[in-house]
């Protein structure tokens, strides 16, 4: 009976060994804020934001001008003449609201391009340290999502070293 409790109880060990997983977690965000290539994108798209801003402000000034013009000169101008100036002025009215809102998503479109390598490389070095360090999940602690997590070890500091980040 003893040497069946002793095997039981080996069995039972080597079993439940099997299940246990090693876990880890990195915060992504302070991943990203850490790997070089990030500053390199927020500095590109800073450049193509101010690009797509100076048009945007070309356009109002051009606006803003019109508008001045049609109210000092309303009451000089004809009605032909006044249709026309007012039809004008919506016209660019509507390519500014379009150009805006074709800006903002090329503006998104611009990030994830830019941002995408860097998302790859940082995904590529979590596999490598997580395989290599043996981890059979590593969490994103910068989601949100994850309220309580069980003891674990962060893998921010090998991702860095395994980046060649201080």
């Given at each position: ?6 095997i039981?109880?080996?069995?039972t060990g080597?079993?439940?060994?099997g ?5 880890g977690y990195?915060n992504s965000?302070?991943?990203?804020a850490?790997?070089p ?6 500095a ?7 690009e ?5 402000t ?6 803003e ?8 000169n ?11 100036k ?8 509507k390519?500014?609201n379009?150009f805006?809102?074709?800006?903002q998503?090329?503006?998104?479109e ?6 995408q ?10 596999d490598?340290?997580a395989?290599?360090?043996g981890?059979d999940?590593?969490f994103?602690t ?5 309220l ?7 893998l921010?500091p ?8 201080q």
């Amino acid at each position: 009976m003893r040497t069946f409790i002793i095997i039981a109880t080996l069995l039972t060990g080597i079993a439940t060994s099997g299940l246990a997983q090693k876990i880890g977690y990195v915060n992504s965000n302070e991943l990203l804020a850490a790997m070089p290539e990030s500053q390199k994108v927020q500095a590109d798209l800073e450049k193509y934001a101010k690009e797509l801003e100076s048009q945007l402000t070309t356009m109002s000034t051009e606006y803003e001008s019109k508008v001045s013009e049609y109210q000092s000169n309303q009451t000089l101008w004809s009605d032909p003449v006044k249709e026309s100036k007012v039809e004008e002025i919506g016209s660019l009215e509507k390519r500014i609201n379009k150009f805006q809102q074709t800006a903002q998503k090329s503006l998104s479109e611009k990030e994830q391009e830019l941002l995408q390598p860097v998302l790859d490389k940082a995904q590529k070095a979590i596999d490598a340290v997580a395989e290599e360090k043996g981890y059979d999940y590593v969490f994103d602690t910068s989601n949100g999502m994850l309220l309580h997590y069980p003891d674990g070890d962060n893998l921010l500091p090998a991702v860095k070293e395994h980046l060649g980040i201080q």
